[in-house]
């Protein structure tokens, strides 16, 4: 096996002589009581007593040596983990906690980013890597917009309009981002929906539920990376469902192995075919 | 004339939790108000107290801040 397999099976060399890490797959962050004892068990047995925290979520066992790989991979399975990517391939998604747990988050982060990851995790023969990020607002705390593709919930306001369930406090007029929200002579809220970014502002701060969600959807952002030339990603979709997300993430990693050159990110291949040509690569005619 | 909790000038989160320890001590149905900043206190605090199951009947600006009137409720 060479350097390069064992980081598609999750083992990163370190310095040292046969001192590597090996990386676990932690999906939204989230782990069970069981899972943690577990990897601490095989830590214990394999590694140098070490673990050390990703800044994507993941949790790497320092110090293990070339000849457990087998080993480490079994005990794994056994409480459902597995390793997980590096090198040029899809990673991880990283994901905020959501509206599951977040009072700002307006969108379930984990339907999409366990899809994401079950249809796109480990992908090969791509230029370089790509990551995935999905935030469940655009408070963006998962950076979407940081990542190759990047997700960030949004919603589609509405009124109810019956006796009583507005009270006319105005507090939804002084959140408002985007200025798409005026106040009628009543003291009751006009939405004009040209204007509303689908930040959701104005739902979380209504204290009485008048202002209720219409739709639920994604902005999608590509391009995004870090690295010694940082770029903030392109906004290629300001409003799609889940499954229209899920299609453009496919796209995207479609045109990246399609189009993109040598050794380079995702955002160098936008830039170079630039980037109308490759968001029709990637929107078609959605 | 309801009780009034004035919470000017106390941050997120203390304000809520000063909030929800001054209504438990009230019966269900009685109503107090609450004194609050503008910006996020009063664009979280009737938001949360809503979710514990208060009732938020009115919100009127009150003395550079906002008075909140509330119906305490079931959790």
Known sequence: MDEKTLKGGGFIKLRGADRWAVRVKVLLGDMNVAQLRHLADIAEEFGDGEFHLTVRQGIEIRGVRLTDFDAIHARLAEAGLGTGSCGARVRVPVACPGSAVCKRGLNDTAPLAREIDRRLYGRENLPHKLKTAVSGCSASCAKPQGNDVGFAGALEPVLDERDGACIACGLCAGVCPSGALELDAEGRPVIDLARCDREGACVNACPTGAIGVARRGWRVYVGGKFGAHPALAYEIASFVDTSDALEIAGRTVDAFERLGEGRERLRDTIDRVGLDVFAREVLGNA | ?75
Do not use: H, K
Request: aromatic share 2%; proline share 5%.
């Open chain 2, 1 to 75: 004339m309801p009780d009034t909790i004035d919470l000017r000038g106390v941050r997120c989160p203390a304000n809520y939790v000063r909030a929800r320890l001054a209504l438990d001590e009230l019966e269900l149905g009685d109503e107090a108000t609450i004194l609050l900043d503008e910006g996020e206190p009063v664009s979280n605090v009737p938001r949360s107290l809503r979710e514990d199951g208060d009732t938020v009947l009115a919100i009127d600006r009150r003395g550079g801040g906002f008075a909140v009137l509330v119906r305490r409720g079931e959790a």
